[in-house]
């Protein structure tokens, strides 16, 4: 988080700083035309900070029947993302070599499905990742499978499915590939994102993947499927699934039977959205969207004077939403926005933080770590030119380079290290870091910037438990799904 420094006294730089001769003038531009730094104090924070002390402590009476055991990571999380973008943990400084113009620029928490920040900067970065380093330059296809409500929560208390179901994911396009082509004629190639909410933050397992058009031959070239049979996919995928539960010991032979029986299954593939090969914005903006956070500051507004949350759907249209049903949510009744509790809202989201090491990014076929590999060995590749990054560099340093600066010009087309005072470019002169607690105070009390901690109020007494052993409430997943 930039923060300039008030009232600082202009310095000469030495030698190393003072490489640029004869700065020309610059006109000043209006103000509102640079970066404005993000406001920590968003209703999300604010709602952790009050009442997430008390949802720990009420966890296991309140929410461990429906969304299963704590996990610690969540906590963890938590107390990194109330860290994020404070100064009082390290930052770094920015100055300017024209007009010695400063200011700061706090760390980052860099958590999963808790800091709507840290997300949108890892959803940069891995589309610039993917378009540079991974995808071949041939149309692409999104392809979004998910599964029946009476299934979903198998993954809820059994995350490990997760990446299993992902794994189906692929089988399925390989298998509908393979019915096109007649054979083995090559391998699909594929990335595949795994998500868990749905529009209203609800538990929501599904796959988004982004799939080449087609299949790549052993000496790399591209054969192009543009139609497929979306009637056998779905079956495909459907079977996948069943095969997948039966091997966990998660359902039996009766539940398939009885669900193939279903008019409506509730199993579905999509692959109707398609990316062109010239179209690298188009490309941008899917990647991030399957890698977003699973909620939005901007469709969070608290309400009423008790603190309940109302979230906005992301369609503005009022629907079925979601369909008959699902307990979690009021069934059947048409509306764009769901109203939670506090602590309610923050079981919705905690649920969606990944654990420790587990992937929701995933590379399959010709786009597989190995296989890439092995091509790398044989052709270097040559790594692009990014926004915000000058021409010339080493391969290792354009890596580097892809800083928050370049990320946030990418976003709001402007340039952060660009001097509000001069214009000229800023550059980071120096890091400090957490460990250095007294020259962190010193320097953040000498520019006015320091803030003392306000106090939380104390927590209500912990429940005590009286098993280790959770509740889980199957039924209600299946309220009407038979």
């Known amino acids: 988080m930039p923060c300039s420094i008030p009232g600082r006294k202009k310095q000469r730089l030495g030698t190393e700083h003072s490489h640029r001769p004869n700065p020309v003038p610059r006109t000043k531009k209006p103000p509102g035309k640079f970066y404005r730094p993000r406001n920590h104090e968003t209703p999300f924070f604010k709602l952790v900070r009050d009442h997430f002390d008390e949802f720990e402590n009420v966890y296991f009476e309140r929410y461990q029947a429906k969304y299963g055991y704590w996990r610690p990571v969540i906590r963890s999380s938590i107390d990194k993302f109330f860290k994020c973008g404070d100064l009082k943990e390290g930052f770094a400084r920015v100055r300017c070599p024209d007009c010695h113009e400063e200011f700061f620029v706090a760390f980052s928490c860099r958590q999963r499905a808790c800091c709507p920040t840290c997300d949108q900067k890892r959803a940069l970065l891995l589309g610039h990742r993917l378009k540079d380093e991974v995808f071949v330059e041939v149309p692409h296809r999104q392809w979004v499978f998910t599964i029946p409500k009476r299934l979903r929560i198998y993954f809820r208390f059994d995350r490990a499915l997760l990446g299993k179901l992902c794994r189906a994911a692929?089988?399925?396009?390989?298998?509908?590939?393979?019915?096109?082509?007649d054979g083995n004629l090559g391998i699909p190639a594929m990335v595949g994102a795994v998500q868990t909410f749905g529009d209203l933050i609800h538990w929501h397992p599904h796959i988004h993947t982004i799939v080449a058009d087609g299949v790549f031959t052993e000496t790399g070239h591209f054969v192009?499927?543009?139609?497929?049979?979306?009637?056998?996919?779905?079956?495909?995928?459907?079977?996948?699934?069943?095969?997948?539960?039966?091997?966990?010991?998660k359902i039996d032979p009766d539940t398939v039977s009885g669900m193939k029986e279903w008019k409506n299954s509730g199993f579905s593939v999509d692959n109707s959205v398609i990316i062109e090969a010239e179209d690298k914005e188009g490309m941008q903006r899917l990647v991030e969207y399957i890698s977003r956070c699973p909620f939005s500051l901007t469709r969070?507004?608290?309400?009423?004077?008790?603190?309940?949350?109302?979230?906005?759907?992301?369609?503005?249209?009022?629907?079925?939403?979601?369909?008959?049903g699902d307990h979690e949510l009021t069934a059947g009744n048409p509306r764009n926005f769901e109203v939670f509790k506090p602590l309610d809202f923050l079981?919705?989201?905690?649920?969606?933080?990944?654990?420790?090491?587990?992937?929701?990014?995933?590379?399959?076929?010709?786009?597989?770590?190995?296989?890439?590999?092995?091509?790398?060995?044989?052709?270097?590749?040559e790594v692009k030119s990014q926004p915000g990054v000058p021409e010339g560099d080493t391969t290792f340093v354009k890596k580097c380079k892809m800083t928050w600066a370049a990320l946030i010009k990418c976003v709001y087309e402007v340039d952060p290290l660009e001097?509000?005072?001069?214009?000229?470019?800023?550059?980071?002169?120096?890091?400090?870091?957490?460990?250095?607690?007294?020259?962190?105070?010193?320097?953040?009390?000498?520019?006015?910037?320091?803030?003392?901690?306000?106090?939380?109020p104390p927590p209500p007494e912990k429940a005590e438990s009286k098993s280790d052993e959770p509740k889980l409430d199957y039924g209600f997943f299946e309220q009407t799904c038979l």
């Not at 049979?229 to 539960?245: G, P, Q, S, T, Y």
Request: charged share 30%; aromatic share 10%; with cysteine.
């Open 347 to 381: 079981a919705n989201v905690t649920q969606h933080i990944p654990d420790k090491g587990e992937h929701q990014i995933r590379y399959y076929g010709f786009y597989s770590n190995k296989k890439r590999g092995m091509r790398g060995k044989k052709e270097p590749t």
């Open 419 to 456: 001097c509000p005072k001069c214009g000229g470019t800023m550059k980071i002169i120096s890091f400090i870091e957490r460990h250095q607690a007294d020259v962190i105070e010193k320097i953040l009390r000498h520019c006015g910037l320091w803030k003392e901690e306000q106090p939380r």
């Open 224 to 249: 192009r499927i543009p139609d497929t049979w979306k009637h056998r996919a779905i079956d495909i995928w459907r079977d996948k699934v069943f095969d997948l539960l039966l091997d966990e010991k």
């Open 300 to 324: 969070m507004i608290s309400t009423t004077k008790e603190g309940d949350i109302l979230y906005r759907a992301s369609n503005p249209q009022c629907v079925p939403f979601p369909i008959a």
């Open 170 to 181: 692929y089988d399925t396009v390989r298998d509908v590939y393979a019915l096109e082509i």
